[in-house]
């Protein structure tokens, strides 16, 4: 989880030194124009907006619907207790058997095998909690319109 956030905070600093050196430098240039430098309330917009690419505003909605939000994060901890429910139901028990037996190659191949589909399924359950309901409940709370940005 920290090696995600610091990948995230490394991406948004690259896109935020990306999109301003440039501005900065020909500005530079021309020594007549006045050099645009971005705000901090800019700059810490741009670091809880879910988006990877600095632009200085963002499309914003008028006002946040604070049901929708409410709505995301009841998701979130839904799939927070249904991926609790696979790993009790269907990833615990094959590893506390497997823990009691002597190692053998069948027992470890059938226990990576049958932890597969359980796998996959918190896997999908991740990327829906995380992805879909926590970015768009924060999306939502900062007012911020342009979800469709790459559609």
């Known amino acids: 989880l920290l090696l995600a956030l610091q990948v995230r905070l490394v991406m948004k600093a690259h896109s935020f030194i990306r999109e301003n050196v440039p501005r900065v430098l020909s500005s530079a240039k ?3 124009s006045t050099v645009h430098i971005p705000r901090i309330s800019q700059y810490l ?26 709505t995301k994060f009841a998701q979130v901890l839904g799939s927070l207790f249904y991926a609790y429910y696979i790993f009790v139901r269907l990833c615990i028990p094959q590893f506390r058997n497997s ?18 589909l359980p796998g996959v399924l918190i896997l999908f359950l991740v990327f829906f909690a995380f992805l879909h309901c ?11 319109a342009d ?3 790459y559609k």
């Open 45 to 70: 917009y741009f670091l809880f907006a879910p988006t990877l690419i600095y632009r200085d505003n963002y499309p914003r909605n008028p006002t946040i619907r604070w049901g929708y939000v409410a």
């Open 134 to 144: 926590w970015l768009n409940a924060f999306a939502e709370m900062l007012r911020f």
């Open 99 to 116: 823990s009691q037996e002597t190692f053998n190659l069948r027992g470890l191949v059938l226990c990576i095998f049958n932890s597969i």
């Open 147 to 149: 979800r469709m940005f």
């Open 30 to 32: 021309d020594k007549s």
